[in-house]
């Protein structure tokens, strides 16, 4: 069974059809640059575009970078224009794609799906934290492999700041830090989250989960296990298109 993921993110957005039985891409994605300002109508552009390259015809999942309730309306919008807050985001894309069916869930849960059924969280009991290292820091929270929505852990403060302006992976090109520095931030952030929610494994995803054995050697001092997600930056599509195969 195939349906359509679409992951929109700060910097890019991808997307491509996905197979639901094998938990991974059926077609090599493609993507587009968000545009800036990422208002609303440009990024429902971006995301028809991607579409119509498969000209896809059935139903979309999306996911949006923050706090996404009742599954259309946006709450949140640290990464993207402003304006996104309070958009009823399922009624945008279905008239922008023509009134396709599509669903719309928060990209880190998405993806934190995704890897808690087909990736590094597969069979994984008890308190697992996915997050996703990218233009910001999105997480995920299971509890014996159920998903507690919308927890937007990027936002906790970390000495004064909002953590993921400092230990996110555009915080990390924007103050051309070492891997070695940046994992320093990485590991105090780890620290701070383990303190509060004493996980037994933290999936670290997005781009970055390409290139873990240049940063993972460098954190210590953490309790939890540590691991890169498997699907690496495929998981927020095939999340997104597990959330429109239930229909939420």
């Known amino acids: 069974m195939q349906i359509f993921g679409v992951d929109i993110g700060g910097s890019g957005i991808k997307g491509a059809p996905v197979d639901l039985d094998k938990g991974d891409l059926a077609e090599e994605r493609f993507k587009v640059l968000t545009p800036h300002p990422a208002t609303p109508d440009r990024v429902a552009d971006g995301v028809r575009e991607v579409v119509e390259h498969y000209g896809w015809s059935g139903p979309v999942g999306l996911t949006f970078p923050g706090v996404v ?38 990209d880190a849960d998405a993806a934190g799906v995704a890897e808690m059924n087909f990736g590094a969280g597969q069979g994984r009991k008890g308190t697992v934290v ?58 105090k952030y780890l620290a701070h989250v383990e303190m509060l929610f004493s996980p037994e494994l933290f999936i670290i995803g997005g781009g970055v989960s390409r290139k873990a054995q240049k940063f993972l050697p460098h954190i210590e001092g953490i309790k939890a296990e540590i691991v890169p997600a498997q699907l690496q930056n495929n998981a927020g599509i095939v999340g997104a298109a597990m959330h429109a195969a239930q229909g939420h």
């Open 69 to 106: 309730t009742g599954g259309s309306t946006i709450r949140t919008a640290a990464n993207v224009d402003k304006s996104w807050i309070d958009t009823n985001a399922r009624t945008l894309f279905g008239d922008r794609l023509g009134g396709l069916p599509v669903t719309v869930v928060n």
């Open 130 to 187: 996915l997050l996703t290292f990218g233009t910001g820091i999105g997480s995920a929270l299971f509890v014996d492999g159920v998903l507690v929505p919308n927890t937007e852990l990027g936002h906790l403060e970390l000495h004064g700041h909002d953590a993921e302006k400092r230990a996110s992976s555009k915080a990390r090109e924007d103050g051309d830090l070492t891997w070695e520095h940046w994992a320093h931030r990485v590991q």
